[in-house]
């Protein structure tokens, strides 16, 4: 049974917001999905799905906003069984270098 899940940036520090991906919306996706751009402490990166989950929409947000650890980035719903308790539904992942 699929619950609404407001979907909250998992980060221990700020992120500089730079785009949405934004064919990951509106459809199920897996764990580890890519849905935003940012730019964090150590460099660019992405924020991605901390689970299987329904992505149906995102906040409004401009290019260069700050995001606070904990701050709503996006909505969806995701099944009991794949929501992941006690974590964050979504972190930013720094890129590799």
């Known amino acids: 049974m ?7 940036l998992g ?14 919306f509106g459809k199920y996706v ?12 150590i460099g ?9 989950m329904f992505l149906s929409s995102h906040e409004s947000l401009s290019v260069g906003s700050h995001v606070a650890p904990d ?6 719903a995701a ?3 794949d929501i992941p308790y006690g974590q964050p539904y979504c972190i930013f992942v720094p890129s590799h270098k």
């Open 30 to 41: 897996g764990k580890g999905t890519a849905f935003a751009k940012g730019k964090g402490e």
């Open 11 to 24: 980060s221990n520090s700020p992120i500089t917001f730079e785009g949405w991906i934004e064919e990951s």
């Open 44 to 52: 660019p990166g992405v924020v991605v799905t901390n689970g299987p």
């Open 71 to 76: 701050e709503v980035l996006a909505y969806g």
């Open 2 to 8: 699929p619950f609404s899940i407001t979907i909250k």
């Open 79 to 81: 099944n009991g069984e």
